[in-house]
């Protein structure tokens, strides 16, 4: 299954966060980081990928506290997660 896997606490103390996504097969992914008005802030991943887990960061440090969203598009599929930022 393509998935976005939660991977962290609703509360991230670091500003480092690990994401960890599952493709079914290669096919194109894009995640992106949104803040809670809705205007993308970031694009972590916009590339085909093979199938299986992959692991990306994002560095958080130069964004305030608050909560963000994580989009993954990847073909039809779309996941959306929220993640607050605690420094």
Known sequence: ???LRRDWSSDVCSSDLSITYGMPKYSMVEISIYNIQGREIATLENT????GYHTI???ASSYPSGVYLIRMDS???TQTQKVVLVK
């Open 1 to 3: 299954h393509t998935r």
């Open 48 to 51: 085909f990928q093979t199938a």
């Open 57 to 59: 960061y994002w560095n």
């Open 75 to 77: 073909g039809e599929f």
